[in-house]
Antibody, heavy 118, light 108 residues
Framework: EVQLVESGGGLVQPGGSLRLSCVASGFTFSTSWMTWVRQAPGKGLEWVAN????????YYVESVKGRFTISRDNAKKSVFLQMSSLRAEDTALYYCARDAGWFHYDYWGQGTLVTVSS | QSALTQPPSASGSPGQSVTISCTGT?????????VSWYQQHPGKAPKVIIYEVTKRPSGVPDRFSGSKSGNTASLTVSGLQAEDEADYYCTSFGATNVFGTGTKLTVL
């Protein structure tokens, strides 16, 4: 059974930092692009960042460049999102998803909630 | 940057058919046969229901079908059922914003 389990969300003050984790099982993680997608309360889906199978390529949405860093550990079947200089507009449910190719996201986690507020 | 535009809402009665559009540009939808559709029920993670314009993952009912013409992709739900009420999002390779604006489907 395929599983993606996110963790690390919580309440953080503006300007603070948080590290999200996503642990995968049930598929070959080391040959999969991985992606973070977020959804602000009551809003649509927003692609945040993705990372190539071996970690050699990483891409970010413009609004998080310089503040968020995506990384992975294939030995631990995990992908991470280090978030810093957090803003109120980063408040969202953060999902990790596998990209089966060409923006086809076939596996999703249940999400971890990040709330940025003073 | 290109965005994929969807109608904010769509509706239909049980048994009817509904089509949701996803309009992009010649750089994304029009350029590639890599359009996917996602269904999201309230409080749930998105689920892919169509990929590569017309393909259905295992387990997705054949009431869901996809097509494309020019720069516009479409998702058709035939024989609407109550459980089809959800939000639907498209993606297309080449689209900078990746996800479409989303459509709330209401079953009347």
């Amino acid at each position: 059974e395929v599983q993606l389990v996110e963790s690390g969300g919580g309440l953080v003050q503006p300007g603070g930092s948080l590290r999200l984790s996503c642990v995968a099982s049930g598929f070959t993680f080391s040959t999969s692009w991985m992606t973070w997608v977020r959804q602000a309360p009551g809003k649509g889906l927003e692609w945040v960042a993705n990372i190539k199978e071996d970690g050699s390529a990483k891409y970010y949405v413009e609004s998080v460049k310089g503040r968020f860093t995506i990384s992975r550990d294939n030995a631990k079947k995990s992908v991470f999102l280090q978030m810093s200089s957090l803003r109120a507009e980063d408040t969202a449910l953060y999902y990790c998803a596998r990209d089966a190719g060409w923006f086809h996201y076939d596996y999703w986690g249940q999400g971890t909630l990040v709330t940025v507020s003073s | 940057q290109s965005a994929l535009t969807q109608p904010p809402s769509a509706s239909g009665s049980p048994g009817q058919s509904v089509t949701i559009s996803c309009t992009g540009t010649s750089s994304d939808v029009g350029a590639y046969n890599y359009v996917s559709w996602y269904q999201q029920h309230p409080g749930k993670a998105p689920k892919v229901i169509i990929y590569e314009v017309t393909k259905r993952p295992s387990g997705v009912p054949d009431r869901f079908s996809g097509s494309k013409s020019g720069n516009t992709a479409s998702l058709t739900v035939s024989g609407l059922q109550a459980e089809d009420e959800a939000d639907y999002y498209c993606t297309s390779f080449g689209a900078t914003n990746v996800f479409g604006t989303g459509t709330k489907l209401t079953v009347l």
